[in-house]
């Protein structure tokens, strides 16, 4: 099977200090993998790298597109990266404002989207922004609300559904549920995990929260100081890590 994404020997590197140093794996359909590691460890510089939010210094990011195959977004030209974003890329932020037009309604947050791809249909795009605030559990009556009248988990829900109505395969998530309270946290992973699974979409999760992994991940990579000390099996790895920072990891959430 071709792997839908593949990272190839990716290193960033700031001055004297390293972001990301040497990583190199594939991400296949369907799958969720998840990154972890404490504050500083590398993980949202290398996600930020395969999103094409940074270049990196050295290294490829080869996303299997539908019209060309294998290609290294990285030498893509900026219309065409762009275009990738809006269609099968998604990035969902740790902070939904910075992932919404808090100006904009609910509506039109998600039909902006939708007209980037060409849409026109007024009536169309509507009644596919209805459809996508019902599915991440938003009331239809908010369609023509701004998110800065909505909750914190709101925003996030809305920002998910901006993200995924276009239909695309592969969706970055960066701390997707930092800053919320537990209760509203519990509620989004749950509608997280409903929508990679029936969606069939490929992700890539940013967390220090071993818990998400856990419940939204297929496999898991550690990150330690720019490099990925240990990668495996989700639960293989929170069950039975090796290296000792991975231990670290573990026993620390063990012990709270």
């Known amino acids: 099977m071709t792997p839908l ?25 369907g799958e969720v993998i998840g990154i972890v590691g404490e504050s500083g460890s590398g993980k949202s510089t ?5 999103a094409g939010h940074l270049v990196p210094d050295t290294g490829k990011v080869v996303f299997d597109t539908r019209t060309d195959g294998p290609r290294d977004t990285i030498a893509m030209s900026e219309p065409e990266r762009r275009m990738l974003s809006r269609t099968d890329w998604a990035f969902v932020h740790q902070h939904a404002r910075d992932g919404l037009r808090m100006g904009v309604s609910a509506g039109g947050n998600v039909g902006e989207r939708l007209m980037a791809v060409g849409e026109r249909h007024y009536g169309d795009i509507r009644n596919k922004a209805t459809d996508w605030l019902a599915r991440v559990e ?3 009556t908010r369609i023509d609300d701004r998110p800065t009248t909505f909750s914190g988990g709101m925003q996030q829900r809305l920002q998910i559904a901006r993200n995924l109505v276009t239909g695309p395969r592969l969706v970055f998530m960066d701390e997707p549920t930092g800053g919320l309270d537990v209760s509203v946290q519990a509620r989004l992973l749950d509608l997280l995990r409903g929508l990679v699974r029936d969606m069939g979409l490929s992700a890539i999760i940013v967390t220090h929260d071993l818990a998400v992994v856990r419940l939204l991940a297929d496999r898991l ?8 000390v240990e990668a495996g099996l989700t639960d293989q790895v929170l069950d039975d890590p090796q290296h000792a920072y991975s231990q670290l990891l573990v026993s620390s959430v063990l012990q709270v």
Do not use: W
């Open 5 to 29: 994404l593949s990272v190839q020997s990716i290193t960033k590197r700031y001055g004297p200090h390293v972001g990301c140093a040497d990583v190199t794996f594939d991400l296949f359909p």
């Open 46 to 50: 290398l996600l930020n790298c395969m």
């Open 138 to 140: 938003i009331d239809e």
């Open 221 to 228: 990579m550690v990150m330690k100081s720019g490099r990925v």
